[in-house]
């Protein structure tokens, strides 16, 4: 793995249904983040983590749930899914929550939701 | 509340200079970040203003002046592959990224 990595790539999902998406990281980055991005309005922060172990809510953070058990891995869940959630979601790193540190973005999930 | 603005969509032609332009309001102000991203991939790193003036890396320089709470971005010699959204972000006093909506740049040959 080089950089961060995001899966699936893509998913139509039945309303009502579960649904993870995953994003690991290699760079061993200390921070994380969920966003999605929808035509029209900029990137929304649904939830982040500054570090293994903590999380903490964004802009957008209803019906959405994230863990983060160690450095590497941040999945976001989606209880039960409903339209309004059809998005592109990309999960980033940087190397710390504070400062000016870049983000670093993976390749996205595009997801559907009927 | 906090808001970026820029345009929707610029056009320029092949070999020219644009200048996209980004004016923030937010909680406090950690710095500005552009970034560049091509239809259907992620976003990646263009540059990171604090303190006011010009930075110049290569074809791209963004400007910033924090009294007015205004800054942009300047490309040199437009190749095609320019073409692209450009994303202007703005660190807040919680150090949150807040995201314009994105300039869609359109270069013509």
């Known amino acids: 793995i080089a950089g961060i990595t995001q899966a699936p790539t893509s998913q139509i999902l039945a309303a009502g249904r579960r649904m993870t998406l995953r994003c690991t990281q290699d760079?061993?980055?200390?921070?994380m983040y969920w966003y999605r991005q929808d035509l029209g309005l900029g990137l929304r922060l649904i939830h982040y983590?500054?570090?293994?172990?903590?999380?903490g809510k964004g802009e957008v953070p209803d019906g959405y749930s994230v863990s983060r058990a160690n450095t590497d891995d941040f999945p976001l869940t989606l209880a039960s899914a409903v339209p309004s959630q059809t998005s592109v979601y990309f999960c980033?790193?940087?190397?710390?929550?504070?400062?000016?540190?870049?983000?670093?973005f993976g390749p996205g999930t595009r997801l559907t939701v009927l | 509340g906090q808001n970026i603005d820029q345009p929707t969509e610029m056009t320029a032609t092949e070999g020219a200079i644009v200048q996209i332009n980004c004016t923030y309001q937010?909680?406090?102000?950690?710095?500005l970040f552009w970034y560049q991203q091509h239809a259907g991939e992620a976003p990646t790193f263009l540059s990171y203003?604090?303190l006011d003036g010009l930075e110049e890396k290569g074809r791209f320089s963004s400007f910033l002046s924090r009294s007015k709470g205004y800054s942009y971005l300047l490309l040199k010699e437009l190749q095609m592959k320019d073409s692209a959204s450009y994303l202007c972000?703005?660190?807040?006093?919680?150090?949150?990224?807040?995201w314009g909506a994105g300039t869609k740049l359109i270069i013509k040959p």
């Open positions: 972000a703005a660190l807040d006093s919680n150090y949150q990224l807040i």
């Open positions: 760079m061993r980055h200390n921070a």
């Open positions: 937010t909680s406090g102000f950690n710095g």
């Open positions: 980033a790193s940087s190397d710390s929550s504070g400062g000016a540190n870049e983000q670093f």
């Open positions: 983590s500054n570090t293994a172990g903590t999380t």
């Open positions: 203003n604090v």
